[in-house]
């Protein structure tokens, strides 16, 4: 795991140049100047856009205003999916800074979960962590855990703090020695040109015969359709994006040979 | 169903308030056959790539109390709770829901998915009126029977959050499972011990779904321990 210190942190302080713009719809008292700010890959975004709701709601009145939710290029953006995530989907072949318009006005109720609170960010990011750890260690790992510890999780992410996330995180990374890794590997796979959001199946790290299974082994077997026929690993086809999320909070770079 | 078809299936007799996809598949199967029987409306639908899929249920209600199921299905032999009523359609009822104000008919939808993670069922639920407004949590909660809200606030299933769904990418609100092997484990044990046949998804339905305003008629029950 120390080898993978340097990855593991490039991880965490990945940032996306972003500028924020009010949609042109939105009712306001004065012009509402752009809003830029670098966007940690590994949040979301309601958890990190205070300062950006507050720039824009000092232009607009209260009345014009409900919950706030956010658009690119027309498609609402899921505020519980990893920033990293949804720009590694939807913009990354486009310039930066990466141009994300702001509505306080009709919530897309079909395509975006309501965000009433902090709490219901955490509420998804524990709920993540969980469904991680019942893959990996039948959930003993994360359950025998105090709820400090549970809390130091969320409070490092919110916080921008790697060594207090990774204090407790390190826990749920670790595995018997007898064995050869977790009991599956949390992993998510997601594309544009599916209806489905995300694959997701249970995936063993190790091989019938003992063999630490890839990276491409697990493309292979879960998503075919991104191996070419040459046996390469073809992640940059358009529309397809190369986005294993990594799931930083589950899996170890070094699973992946 | 013959008993040397379940032992076919992927269940653990040990960790037996665990299923294999498989097996939920199966048991899913066994419950939609009788679905058809009694006029139920429950369906398969299978997501696009065909890999799996999911049960699902549409029922329509009216707020004043009146139950209304899809259009050509039978109310007869419903158990249902007090707070509804089941009346025979009349022959014309796609007529029935239109005249009845729009914004007082609301559609309610039920998915049973599997998750791999829990390697148990989870049940999806979403609520709206015709013209497509969505109900919130709060509303579907002044649906449900009262002795069902304390039982929900209390139990180990003491979840619902709103989540995407999926298979469909769409808000649901959701019912937790990371409990339902502490309240399926007892059902379990006892089944075997009276050695009964039991369907898992029926059982787990029968606990879970009508404190979420989704009833399940009791013919279920005896249709399993009938299928040998």
């Known amino acids: 795991?120390?080898?993978?210190?340097?990855?593991?942190?490039?991880?965490?302080?990945?940032?996306?140049?972003t500028c924020f713009t009010l949609y042109q719809d939105e009712i306001t008292e004065?012009?509402?100047?752009?809003?830029y700010l670098l966007l940690p890959r590994v949040s979301y975004l309601t958890l990190v856009t205070d300062k950006v709701k507050k720039h824009f709601q000092k232009v607009m009145r209260q009345e014009d205003i409900s919950e706030i939710w956010f658009e690119y290029e027309g498609t609402p953006l899921k505020w519980h999916y990893p920033i990293g995530l949804l720009f590694d989907l939807l913009a990354s072949s486009s310039a930066l800074p990466w141009n994300i318009t702001v509505h306080f006005k009709s919530f897309p109720e079909k395509?975006?979960?309501?965000?009433?609170?902090k709490d219901a960010i955490e509420a998804h990011f524990m709920s993540c962590m969980k469904e991680a750890d019942a893959l990996k260690h039948k959930s003993q790992v994360i359950n025998e855990m105090q709820k400090k510890d549970h809390k130091q999780l969320w409070m490092g992410l919110q916080n921008d703090r790697f060594d207090q996330f990774w204090a407790i995180n390190r826990k749920l990374m670790e595995y018997p020695a007898e064995e050869n890794g977790f009991r599956y590997i949390p992993f998510r796979i997601y594309q544009t040109t599916t209806e489905r959001p995300f694959i997701q199946k249970l995936f063993r790290p190790v091989a019938a015969d003992g063999q630490l299974h890839t990276l491409g082994d697990l493309l292979k077997e879960v998503c075919p359709s991104a191996v070419d026929p040459e046996d390469r690993v073809s992640l940059c086809r358009s529309g397809w994006s190369a986005v294993v999320r990594s799931w930083l909070t589950a899996t170890s770079t070094s699973e992946f040979k | 169903m013959a008993n040397s078809g379940l032992q076919k299936l992927s269940f653990n007799m040990?960790?037996?308030?665990?299923?294999?996809?498989?097996?939920?598949?199966?048991?899913?199967?066994?419950?939609?056959?009788?679905?058809q029987q009694i006029g139920d409306s429950w369906e398969w639908r299978p997501s696009k790539d065909c890999s799996?899929?999911?049960?699902?249920?549409?029922?329509?209600?009216?707020?004043?109390?009146?139950?209304?199921?899809?259009?050509?299905?039978?109310?007869?032999?419903?158990?249902?709770?007090?707070?509804?009523?089941?009346?025979?359609?009349?022959?014309?009822d796609c007529e029935v829901i239109e005249t009845a104000a729009a914004s007082k008919v609301i559609k309610y939808e039920y998915h049973v998915l599997y998750s791999c993670s829990y390697q148990v069922p989870v049940l999806y639920?979403?609520?709206?009126?015709?013209?497509?407004?969505?109900?919130?949590?709060?509303?579907?909660?002044?649906?449900?029977?009262?002795?069902?809200?304390?039982?929900?606030?209390?139990?180990p299933w003491d979840t619902i959050t709103q989540q995407e769904h999926p298979i469909l990418g769409q808000p649901f609100f959701v019912l937790h499972p990371c409990k339902t092997n502490e309240f399926m484990a007892p059902v379990l044990k006892n089944s075997r011990k009276i050695n009964k046949n039991v369907n898992y998804i029926t059982s787990w339905l029968s606990i879970v779904g009508p404190v979420v305003g989704l009833n399940l008629p009791l013919s279920y029950a005896k249709a399993t321990s009938q299928a040998e």
Do not use: N
């Open chain 1, 1 to 17: 795991m120390t080898d993978d210190k340097d990855v593991l942190r490039d991880v965490w302080f990945g940032r996306i140049p």
């Open chain 1, 30 to 35: 004065r012009e509402a100047e752009p809003y």
């Open chain 1, 111 to 117: 395509d975006l979960l309501h965000c009433p609170s």
């Open chain 2, 14 to 35: 040990e960790e037996d308030e665990f299923i294999g996809e498989k097996t939920f598949q199966h048991y899913c199967a066994e419950f939609i056959k009788h679905s």
């Open chain 2, 52 to 92: 799996d899929g999911y049960m699902c249920k549409i029922h329509f209600q009216i707020k004043s109390g009146s139950v209304m199921s899809h259009p050509g299905a039978s109310t007869h032999g419903q158990t249902c709770p007090p707070m509804e009523e089941a009346f025979e359609l009349p022959s014309d």
């Open chain 2, 125 to 155: 639920f979403r609520a709206s009126f015709l013209d497509g407004r969505p109900l919130t949590l709060k509303d579907i909660w002044e649906g449900v029977h009262e002795c069902y809200k304390t039982r929900l606030l209390q139990g």
